[in-house]
């Protein structure tokens, strides 16, 4: 089954055409640098930058699936359309959601509409153009999905079933990396420039901010009293003493993070017996939070699956495209003149 698919959730505009799990093509342009400036994702600009890119990107994607078939018109080769209606910007869905419904109804084709959580859920069994790598599903699995929007566990059931154990109550785990990186001075995204400092000073956790929600007994996750930590900690700090302990605050913000990520996870294990843990998202880009949960689950001897290509542990619509496959398999199609965005899209 071949699928178009559109992701437009935030400041990633993202087309790729999947067959069943393969991805065959796929575009996403970065709005980074757009957003860079003002320290985080400024939803007009998001909308603009959407709005401007979305067909070049849909026409880059389809001119390599063409390409690859080796066939005139991609699009008669395509069975549906698939597009995340949230959660996200509403402003930026909207994008996504119009652009997919013009070619559904211009091609005549069916449409899917996907959770965009769904999509980092599944990221771990996108596979190349090859079927590669070939993971076999063996449920039931522990989901964890962290990213700039998004900390949750999951009790990933069957396709497309789950239970949700635990979520944030307020900031995302990649959201308190963000932040923490803006008061650093590091720009925004911070994530990977704080991967970058902890490494250096091998990943050390000098300071021991304080580990949020620890002593709490269920599975949901708080950054934003860590974030507050920071800020009196900072401010307590002559700005010479912070310059030169930059790298000793990033990783000792780090580790708060991760460690808080790796304290609910391991709940959530003993919790459900379940070993064999998922991961996707941005955050899991992390090579140090990688083998954090490498050594977790292996002190129970489960296994751990994280998003085989770089570009699937960010926003992406490869992953759209598999989670539509599974539902059209359940014959979960939508109508096209009704499908809506759906900004606080909750999985169940
Ligand atoms: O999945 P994603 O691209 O977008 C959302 O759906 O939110 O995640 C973006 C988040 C940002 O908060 C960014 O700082 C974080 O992922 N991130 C990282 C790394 N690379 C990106 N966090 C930690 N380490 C990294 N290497
Ligand atoms: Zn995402």
């Known amino acids: 089954m071949i699928i178009l698919s559109i992701d437009t959730s935030c400041d ?9 799990r393969r991805v065959l093509a796929q575009s996403i342009y970065s709005q980074i640098l757009i957003h860079k400036k003002w320290g985080g994702v400024v939803p007009s600009l998001a909308k603009r930058a959407h709005e401007e890119r979305i067909d070049l990107v849909i026409e880059d994607t389809i001119s ?13 080769l395509i069975d549906a359309v698939a597009v995340t209606v949230g959660p996200g910007l509403a402003m930026a869905l909207e994008v996504g959601i119009q652009k ?6 211009k091609h005549n084709k069916k449409i899917i509409e996907v959770n965009h959580i769904e999509g980092h859920i599944y ?12 993971r076999v599903f063996t449920f039931p699995y522990l989901a964890l999905v962290v990213s700039g929007g998004h900390t949750e566990l999951v009790l990933w059931k069957d396709h497309l079933r789950y239970e949700i154990l635990g979520r944030t109550l307020d900031d995302a785990s990649g ?36 580990r949020p929600m620890i002593k709490s007994n269920d ?12 800020y009196y900690f900072l401010n307590k700090m002559k700005e010479k003493d912070k310059l030169n302990h930059l790298k000793e605050i990033a990783s000792s913000f780090q580790n708060a993070v991760f460690d808080a990520i790796l304290i609910k996870t391991e709940k959530a294990i003993k919790q459900t017996g379940i070993t064999k843990l998922t991961v996707g998202g941005g955050v899991v880009a992390n090579k140090y939070l990688r083998s954090l949960l490498r050594n977790l689950v292996s002190s ?20 759209i495209g598999v989670v539509a496959y599974y539902m059209a398999i359940e014959n979960k199609y939508s109508f096209t003149e009704t499908i809506d965005r759906k900004p606080r899209f909750s999985l169940s």
Request: glycine share 8%.
């Open 12 to 20: 990633e505009t993202s087309v790729a055409v999947t067959e069943n």
């Open 64 to 76: 390599k699936f063409t390409a690859y078939k080796n066939v005139k018109n991609g699009y008669k």
């Open 100 to 105: 997919a419904k013009e070619i559904s109804l």
């Open 123 to 134: 990221s771990p069994f996108v596979e190349n153009r090859n079927g590669n790598p070939k």
């Open 175 to 210: 959201e308190a990396l963000d932040k923490a990186s803006k008061m650093l001075g590091l720009g925004y995204p911070g994530g990977a420039v704080i991967e970058q400092l902890a490494s250096q000073v091998h990943n050390e956790d000098m300071y021991r901010f304080p």
């Open 219 to 230: 599975l949901n996750f708080s950054f934003s009293g860590l974030k507050t930590s920071l």
């Open 300 to 319: 129970y001897k489960g296994t751990v699956l994280f998003p085989p290509y770089s570009y699937l542990t960010g926003d992406n619509a490869a992953m």
